[in-house]
Protein backbone atom coordinates (compact mmCIF):
# COMPACT_ATOMS: atom_id res chain seq x y z
CA UNK A 1 0.00 0.00 0.00
CA UNK A 2 1.31 3.54 -0.72
CA UNK A 3 2.47 6.00 1.82
CA UNK A 4 -0.47 7.37 3.41
CA UNK A 5 1.01 10.50 4.69
CA UNK A 6 -0.12 13.98 2.70
CA UNK A 7 1.82 17.25 3.21
CA UNK A 8 1.29 20.60 2.48
CA UNK A 9 3.75 22.71 1.77
CA UNK A 10 3.60 26.16 3.40
CA UNK A 11 5.78 28.96 1.51
CA UNK A 12 6.80 31.36 4.43
CA UNK A 13 6.86 28.82 6.96
CA UNK A 14 10.82 29.96 7.24
CA UNK A 15 9.14 33.04 8.24
CA UNK A 16 7.11 31.42 10.91
CA UNK A 17 9.84 29.74 12.30
CA UNK A 18 11.92 32.34 12.44
CA UNK A 19 8.96 35.09 14.47
CA UNK A 20 8.56 32.21 16.83
CA UNK A 21 12.42 31.66 17.58
CA UNK A 22 12.54 35.57 17.65
CA UNK A 23 9.04 35.69 20.17
CA UNK A 24 7.56 32.17 21.26
CA UNK A 25 5.52 33.76 23.76
CA UNK A 26 3.61 35.92 21.14
CA UNK A 27 3.90 33.12 18.03
CA UNK A 28 3.17 30.45 20.31
CA UNK A 29 -0.63 31.47 20.37
CA UNK A 30 -0.58 32.60 17.09
CA UNK A 31 0.47 29.22 15.30
CA UNK A 32 -1.65 27.03 17.09
CA UNK A 33 -4.25 28.92 15.66
CA UNK A 34 -3.15 28.76 12.43
CA UNK A 35 -3.22 24.52 12.93
CA UNK A 36 -6.74 25.18 14.08
CA UNK A 37 -7.67 27.20 10.93
CA UNK A 38 -5.98 24.69 8.79
CA UNK A 39 -8.08 21.46 10.15
CA UNK A 40 -10.99 23.74 10.19
CA UNK A 41 -10.22 24.67 6.09
CA UNK A 42 -9.42 20.64 6.02
CA UNK A 43 -13.12 19.83 7.31
CA UNK A 44 -14.56 22.68 4.99
CA UNK A 45 -13.65 20.86 1.60
CA UNK A 46 -14.68 17.21 3.00
CA UNK A 47 -17.59 17.32 1.15
CA UNK A 48 -19.45 14.40 -0.46
CA UNK A 49 -18.03 15.38 -3.75
CA UNK A 50 -14.35 14.64 -2.59
CA UNK A 51 -14.87 11.67 -0.90
CA UNK A 52 -16.66 8.69 -2.39
CA UNK A 53 -19.90 8.38 -1.05
CA UNK A 54 -21.85 4.92 -1.03
CA UNK A 55 -23.39 4.74 2.40
CA UNK A 56 -21.85 8.19 3.76
CA UNK A 57 -20.02 6.29 6.31
CA UNK A 58 -16.76 7.14 4.96
CA UNK A 59 -17.51 11.01 4.65
CA UNK A 60 -19.03 11.29 8.27
CA UNK A 61 -15.45 9.79 10.02
CA UNK A 62 -12.82 12.18 9.50
CA UNK A 63 -11.38 13.53 12.61
CA UNK A 64 -8.92 15.84 12.88
CA UNK A 65 -5.56 15.46 15.39
CA UNK A 66 -4.33 18.07 16.71
CA UNK A 67 -1.19 18.37 18.78
CA UNK A 68 0.51 21.57 19.37
CA UNK A 69 2.42 22.45 16.34
CA UNK A 70 0.93 19.77 13.92
CA UNK A 71 -2.36 18.65 12.91
CA UNK A 72 -4.22 15.74 11.13
CA UNK A 73 -7.03 15.51 9.15
CA UNK A 74 -7.56 11.93 8.40
CA UNK A 75 -10.52 9.27 8.23
CA UNK A 76 -11.85 6.89 10.97
CA UNK A 77 -12.96 3.73 9.15
CA UNK A 78 -10.69 0.92 8.75
CA UNK A 79 -10.94 0.59 5.07
CA UNK A 80 -10.27 4.14 4.51
CA UNK A 81 -6.81 3.27 2.82
CA UNK A 82 -8.21 0.66 0.54
CA UNK A 83 -10.45 2.88 -0.73
CA UNK A 84 -7.68 5.61 -1.28
CA UNK A 85 -5.01 3.44 -2.41
CA UNK A 86 -6.97 0.64 -4.10
CA UNK A 87 -6.31 -2.96 -3.48
CA UNK A 88 -4.40 -5.23 -6.04
CA UNK A 89 -5.80 -8.81 -7.98
CA UNK A 90 -5.24 -12.02 -5.38
CA UNK A 91 -2.76 -14.33 -6.18
CA UNK A 92 -5.08 -16.95 -7.20
CA UNK A 93 -7.00 -19.92 -5.14
CA UNK A 94 -5.00 -21.83 -2.87
CA UNK A 95 -6.17 -25.41 -3.28
CA UNK A 96 -5.36 -27.69 -0.21
CA UNK A 97 -5.51 -30.91 -1.92
CA UNK A 98 -3.19 -30.07 -4.43
CA UNK A 99 -1.05 -27.63 -2.35
CA UNK A 100 -1.18 -25.30 -5.06
CA UNK A 101 -2.51 -22.18 -6.10
CA UNK A 102 -5.01 -22.19 -9.31
CA UNK A 103 -4.42 -18.86 -10.90
CA UNK A 104 -5.22 -19.66 -15.16
CA UNK A 105 -7.92 -21.38 -15.89
CA UNK A 106 -11.33 -20.51 -14.13
CA UNK A 107 -11.23 -17.47 -11.91
CA UNK A 108 -12.93 -19.30 -9.51
CA UNK A 109 -12.42 -17.36 -6.17
CA UNK A 110 -9.88 -14.93 -7.63
CA UNK A 111 -10.61 -11.34 -6.42
CA UNK A 112 -9.89 -9.10 -9.06
CA UNK A 113 -9.24 -5.90 -7.33
CA UNK A 114 -9.85 -2.45 -8.26
CA UNK A 115 -8.48 1.15 -8.66
CA UNK A 116 -7.78 3.44 -5.57
CA UNK A 117 -9.55 6.58 -5.39
CA UNK A 118 -7.80 9.53 -4.43
CA UNK A 119 -10.30 11.62 -2.24
CA UNK A 120 -7.32 12.71 -0.02
CA UNK A 121 -5.52 14.04 -2.52
CA UNK A 122 -8.31 16.36 -4.04
CA UNK A 123 -9.17 17.36 -0.27
CA UNK A 124 -5.23 18.27 0.04
CA UNK A 125 -5.23 20.57 -3.30
CA UNK A 126 -8.59 22.10 -2.13
CA UNK A 127 -7.45 22.94 1.31
CA UNK A 128 -3.94 24.23 0.37
CA UNK A 129 -4.52 27.38 -0.49
CA UNK A 130 -6.85 28.27 2.58
CA UNK A 131 -4.03 26.91 4.59
CA UNK A 132 -1.29 28.66 3.27
CA UNK A 133 -3.22 31.48 4.18
CA UNK A 134 -4.29 30.77 7.27
CA UNK A 135 -0.47 31.01 7.74
CA UNK A 136 0.28 34.25 5.92
CA UNK A 137 -2.92 35.65 8.26
CA UNK A 138 -0.29 34.45 10.96
CA UNK A 139 2.63 36.18 10.07
CA UNK A 140 0.52 39.91 9.50
CA UNK A 141 -0.93 39.33 12.86
CA UNK A 142 2.65 38.22 14.45
CA UNK A 143 3.75 41.67 12.78
CA UNK A 144 0.78 44.00 13.99
CA UNK A 145 1.49 42.28 17.59
CA UNK A 146 4.91 43.17 17.54
CA UNK A 147 4.27 46.88 16.12
CA UNK A 148 2.01 47.45 18.86
CA UNK A 149 5.03 46.25 21.84
Known amino acids: MADS ?41 TESSQVPFRTGALSQTFA ?44 IGMWPGFKGNDYMGRIRSNATPMVQQAFKDAMVEFANQIARK
Not at 8 to 25: C, F, G, L, R, T
Open 5 to 45: TFQISIPNIADVQAAYKQAPEIMGAIIAKAIAVAAANMAAV
Open 64 to 107: ADIQGTFARWFPTRSYAPYVEFGVGPSPGRYVPAIGKRLVNGNN
